[in-house]
Nanobody
Framework: QVQLVESGGGLVQTGGSLRLSCAAS????????ISWFRQAPGKERKFVAG????????NYGDSVKGRFTISRDNAKNTVYLQMNSLNIEDTAVYYC??????????????????WGQGTQVTVSS
């Protein structure tokens, strides 16, 4: 059973950067696509970025294209989300999730079978 643990969240000024990490414990998740979602208070959970098992394909939500970069290091069982040019709209709890092996869909959260507990990102004005 894979457990996903997010880290790296915190408080950052507008225009600043953070790097989030999603680490797997128990066993490797190197054969699975991993994505980041986020949820702001009172809003629906939204797809942020995803990456295939070998890092050969990535996908981004429209609101973060050009600012965020997803990557993975399978040797460390870790997926990263580099977030640059942060603004107040990026304030949310960020979750990483493992996509079901049979799925080719990125942004439907029902296609993911394992989730971390989330890490808070707060962007101040």
């Amino acid at each position: 059973q894979v457990q996903l643990v997010e880290s790296g969240g915190g408080l950052v000024q507008t225009g600043g950067s953070l790097r989030l990490s999603c680490a797997a414990s128990g066993r490797s998740f190197s054969d699975y696509a991993i994505s980041w979602f986020r949820q702001a208070p009172g809003k629906e959970r939204k797809f942020v970025a995803g990456i295939t098992w070998n890092g050969g394909s990535t996908n981004y939500g429209d609101s973060v294209k050009g600012r965020f970069t997803i990557s993975r290091d399978n040797a460390k069982n870790t997926v990263y989300l580099q977030m640059n040019s942060l603004n107040i709209e990026d304030t949310a709890v960020y979750y990483c999730a493992r996509r079901r092996p049979s799925s080719w869909s990125w942004d439907d959260d029902r296609q993911y079978d394992h989730w971390g507990q989330g890490t808070q990102v707060t962007v101040s004005s």
